[in-house]
């Protein structure tokens, strides 16, 4: 129902725009090309590329855009570990370093499932985000408790996914996923 409701947010918004922002946008559009699940490219409306640009925004609580940016590269990140400890019931998520300048990360887990299960599915859940600068260090405990209810039994499995998103354009980077045992 969140996403829902963002994206009727986003849509009123969308008419919101002065006509000379949404031609902006209509014609922008070709810079911001995408490829299908074919491999096949192809151009959004302008409607379209600002509703999923913002939305990406609006997922890591950064202001919205309402003129059409220039395309940009989107930093990385790594990292070096997810600790989930059934003992403590805590989620600790370390990055390789801060989250870099201009860039935010969408953070995704999974439910406990299985240690045989080799695939999630559609059960990654965005659980929090950071913004450029935040420490490499991100406890999600309340986060994760919050819509998981627990942590899970150790030797249980979690997948998760860090999207980096660009807080300049909304554009998203290379997605970075695992999975880790949870820990006793």
């Known amino acids: 129902m969140d996403v829902r409701g963002t994206l009727t947010s986003l849509s009123q918004a969308w008419r919101g725009l002065s006509a000379s922002d949404r031609q902006g946008w209509i014609a922008g559009a070709t810079n911001f090309q995408r490829t299908n699940n074919m491999g096949n490219k192809h151009t959004l409306s302008g409607n379209a590329l600002y509703v999923s640009l913002n939305k990406n925004l609006v997922d890591v609580a950064v202001p919205e855009l309402t003129t059409i940016p220039q395309p940009t590269a ?70 994760y408790l919050a819509r998981m209810g627990a942590v899970g039994a150790a030797g249980q499995k979690v997948f998760y996914k860090i999207v980096p998103v660009s807080e300049v354009s909304g554009q998203l980077g290379a997605a970075i996923t695992g999975e880790v045992l949870i820990q006793a």
């Not at 998520?93 to 990360?105: E, N």
């Not at 995704?108 to 985000?129: H, N």
Request: aromatic fraction near 2%; charge should be negative.
């Open 74 to 143: 989107v930093d990385t990140v790594t990292v070096s570990s997810l600790v989930l400890d059934e003992s403590s019931q805590s989620v600790v998520l370390t990055l390789g370093a801060v989250v870099p300048a201009d860039t935010s990360i969408k953070i995704f887990l999974s439910p406990a499932v299985s240690a045989g299960v080799s695939s999630i599915g559609t059960k990654l859940r965005q659980i929090s985000y950071a913004n450029s600068g935040d420490g490499a260090a991100i406890t999600l405990t309340t986060e």
